[in-house]
């Protein structure tokens, strides 16, 4: 089932990003500067246009001056709604955390709730992104090798979200009476961490995308009793 999702999202046709519909759509509503409207309207908007540009480009070099003119709004006007740079790009890590979190409970909801099904869909996730990367030059990720800076908001957000997944990882392991839950989770956070961490080319991860369902799968049968 998994591969053949893989294998369908892998043979799609390039798709300009949801997130950069959304920015544009938001951007054209009128000819000129944003008019103006509540503050939280206006955070979206700049949080989801960052999105698109992170689609085409590495995150390190944000430019605000350049995101001020993609969304029609001047840079004083973006630090006015941020407060600074930094709170910025933790409000765009924030963003990126909470759509995996959302796609970690949806991969619950698809398994029923049924642990091992469960831990084989959130790896269906990773590779389905994984295909889909193969057609963009980039995607937005939060991979903490990008940053060296080690208080980066960027690489603490995505520390944060591997100690959550590996939590929900360890109680889902625990849930289908794996006999040995800690060395399952630590092969499979280790699988995660080399899938996401952004730094390969688009045939490479087309490479992992093909594989990586049915590897895990093997991982996941090793520790549990089907």
């Known amino acids: 089932m998994w591969k053949a999702l893989v294998d369908e999202f892998a043979q799609q046709d390039e798709r300009e990003p949801d997130s950069l519909r959304v920015a544009r759509s ?30 085409r480009e590495p995150i390190e070099s944000l430019n605000l001056d350049r995101l001020a003119d993609q969304t029609r709004l001047s840079k004083r006007h973006i630090y006015r709604i941020f407060g600074s740079r930094k709170a910025f790009l933790q409000a765009y890590a924030e963003l990126l955390c909470d759509r ?52 980066h908001p960027v690489r603490l957000s995505r520390i944060e979200l591997g100690r959550e997944f590996r939590a929900l990882l360890m109680r889902l392991a625990i849930a289908a009476h794996a006999v040995d839950a800690e060395a399952l989770v630590d092969t499979l956070m280790m699988l995660w961490e080399n899938a996401t961490s952004n730094a390969r080319s688009g045939s490479d991860s087309r490479r992992v995308a093909q594989r990586l369902p049915t590897l895990v799968d093997h991982v996941i049968r090793s520790y549990v009793m089907l």
């Open 100 to 151: 995996q979190r959302a796609q970690w409970r949806e991969a619950g909801h698809r398994s029923g709730e049924e642990p091992v099904q469960h831990l084989l869909e959130l790896f269906i996730d990773v590779a389905v992104e994984l295909a889909s990367d193969s057609h963009q030059p980039r995607q937005p990720q939060l991979s903490p090798i990008q940053f060296s800076d080690e208080d």
């Open 26 to 55: 938001a951007i054209r509503r009128k000819n000129g500067r944003l008019p103006e409207a509540p503050t939280d309207d206006l955070r979206n908007t700049i949080l989801e246009t960052a999105v698109a540009l992170f689609y």
